[in-house]
Each structure stands twice: as C-alpha cells, then as structure tokens.
C-alpha cells in the first residue's frame, strides 16, 4: 500500500489517533508544569519530500527534536520537536532557571530529555491501549539543530517506499510563556494498515 | 549591492542554472548535497539526494532521489545547457547522523551510506570531487554560485565555510 491510497475515512482515524495521544501527553505536560496547556487538533499532513522541511516553521529553524524508534506490532518513529526558544523557556519553568544561552547544559539537556520522554511516553501508552497493539519505544535521542536536517530523518523513511510522507501533527501551546511544540507519529507505510485494523477498518 | 536570484532545491529535487545567480539547498541533514561545476562554460548543477541506491528500491521512479540516478540526469541536463563532461567538478556535503543511538543499525547509517554511494556515482561518470564536508553530527545549508563555483556552507553554532 502506498501514503497516498489512505482515504478519507482512514485519515479520520489517523487524526483521532493523534487526538487521544497528544490529549494524553498534553494533560502530562500541563501536570508536569503546573500550568494550562491547550492543544490544537491533530493534522494529518500528507506532504511531498519538499514540503517538510518546512512544516516547522522554515528549513533552518533551529529546533530541538527528540526523537525514538518504535518497534513491537507497528515500526517507526515518534518526534517531540519544538523550536530552541520554546524548549529553553519549557526547561525555565520546569526548573526556575533564567539562563538565556544559546546551547542547553548538562543539566538542561537531560531534563529535556526526560520531557520529551514523559511526553512521548503517555502519547504512547494511550495509542497501546487504545488499539491494543504492543509498541516498544527506544530510549529518546535529543539534537538541537536547523529543522530541514532534524526531518529529513523521518522524510528518508517514507523515501524508500513512496514519494509522500505522513505526519500525525499536533500541536500544544502553553499560553503563560507562549510555549508551542508538536508531537510527531510517524509509522512506517506497513504499520497504517496495522493501526487502523486493529480498531476494526479494512483497508 | 546587486541582487542575486536563487534556487532552491528541496529534498529530492535537482535543477541546473548558468552563468549567474545561486543553487541552494537549506537544512541538509542526512541527505547529500551534490555540487556540479563547469567553469569553462559556468554551468552549475545541485542534487538533494535522500537515499543512496535505486536498485534496492521498487518505487524508484525520482531520479532525483537516489544517489546512482541523481548522478547522470544532473550531468544530462548540464549538458543541455552547454557544460562539458570533461570540465565538471563535484563538490559534496550533507551525510551526517543526526541522532546517535547507540545500536548502528541501517536507519541511522543512512548520512554514511548516502555520501559513499555519491562518490562512487561520480566516480562512475569520471568526475573529479575537489571539496568534501561530509558526515559528522550536524545540519548544514549550502549555496553553489554559478559565477565563481564556490560552495559556501553554513551550520548552526559554526563559522561559514567556503569549499
């Protein structure tokens, strides 16, 4: 099957996926800081190689990506990627620091670390139960570098079966701080026909 | 200062220009930038390869995609243009492992991967790699200059550099 066979109907579900997922990370997050984070509606962006780069904001918005492999029932990969601003003011809340740098510390990197991992985490475990599909997450690899690259990661595994590629986006925002990131699931082209059968459509 | 136009090439694309403006792709991660110059004639070409082999892959049909096919259309079309085989240099960057886990396996090699298969397409076409900024851990945005050939590269935290 290819990306751009998905119908209507099939998209709907992928979005509802994203809904419950992102629902449950978000609800972690707000917890997390003790604060009101809302979430946008998920979009499934079905975009062509040039295209991706620039969902986030431009090619070289510098951005922090943290990124896990799935494997289990369904293979792929899942993205925390907010851009660099939006992850330093995350870690100050969290932490109560100022520091304005342009790099993340020791310290900073391994509490972003452990956000994206939290996040990821419940997006996860929401989307398990929900299909009832056994998915095992790699521990999370964070970088900090222009969105193009961080993507094209992503983008090279929808290369080698199609021209298209398939996010499941969705947005938070944080409206305190003016915090904004995205979740990204990205399952690998065999994997949509697993997800959506396991909650009973064919394809 | 006079205005240059220039070419974007996202992912996957390829595209040729003469004589003056700027071939530009932003934000190379692991794909491979490709430079081709003909400075006699001044006919610049750039490929944003993604993988390294169309033969490993049954959806194959953008040639701009893969490292082995990328190769000889961007020469095609250069010629078209006037440039000479012969004259052509190659410039490369891009390759790099954006993530680094700890288990090698074939997703994470694919910046390696990609920048051994350009080589090995160039070389095929016997054209000459006269600059290299390959691999490593970081993104990088490139602009190739029809006028001088010059490859500039620019990656975050880092100094511009001129290849």
Redesign the interface.
């Known amino acids: 099957m290819k990306v751009e066979s998905l119908n209507d109907t099939h998209i709907d579900i992928l979005r509802e996926i994203g809904n419950i997922g992102a629902g449950n990370a978000t609800t972690a997050l707000s917890k997390m800081l003790n604060k009101q984070v809302d979430m946008n509606v998920p979009e499934v962006k079905i975009m062509d190689f040039g295209e991706v780069a620039s969902t986030l904001g431009g090619e070289e918005t510098k951005v922090v990506g943290i990124l896990l492999k799935l494997s289990g029932d369904i293979d792929g990969m899942m993205m925390f990627v907010l851009e660099f601003n939006a992850a330093k003011k995350l870690i100050n809340i969290l932490t109560g620091d100022q520091g304005k740098t342009s790099d993340l510390n020791d310290l900073e990197h391994s509490a972003m670390q452990e956000i994206g991992n939290i996040l990821t985490g419940s997006y996860l475990t929401s989307l398990s139960s929900l299909t009832n599909l056994t998915i095992k997450p790699s521990v999370p690899n964070l970088t900090i570098d222009m969105a193009g690259a961080v993507l094209s990661v992503p983008a090279i595994e929808f290369g080698k079966v199609g021209d298209k590629v398939l996010f499941i986006e969705t947005g938070f925002k944080e409206a305190e701080n003016d915090v904004t990131g995205y979740y990204i699931l990205i399952p690998d082209v065999p994997s949509f026909k697993i997800l959506l059968e396991s909650l009973g459509v064919t394809i | 200062m006079k205005t240059v136009s220039k070419v974007k090439i996202?992912?996957?694309?390829l595209d040729i220009i003469k004589k003056e403006g700027i071939l530009t792709t932003?934000?190379?991660?692991?794909?491979v930038g490709i430079s081709l110059y003909d400075k006699i004639e001044k006919v610049a070409g750039m490929a944003h390869i993604?993988?390294p082999d169309s033969t490993k892959?049954s959806?194959n049909?953008?040639k701009a995609?893969f490292a082995d096919t990328a190769v000889p259309l961007l020469i095609l079309k250069m010629e078209k243009m006037g440039a000479r085989k012969s004259n052509m240099i190659a410039k490369l960057a891009g390759g790099?492992q954006?993530?680094?886990?700890?288990e090698k396996d074939d997703?994470m090699q694919?910046g390696k991967r990609n920048v051994i298969a350009s080589r090995k397409a160039l070389k095929k076409e016997g054209i000459r790699i006269v600059a290299e900024d390959v691999e490593k851990?970081?993104?990088?945005?490139i602009e190739l200059s029809a006028e001088t050939g010059k490859l500039l590269v620019k990656s975050?935290?880092k100094e511009i550099t001129e290849l």
């Open positions: 996202g992912m996957a694309e932003l934000g190379l991660g692991s794909c993604m993988l892959i959806h049909e953008n995609k790099a954006m993530f680094s886990f700890a997703t694919v851990n970081y993104g990088r945005t975050i935290g």
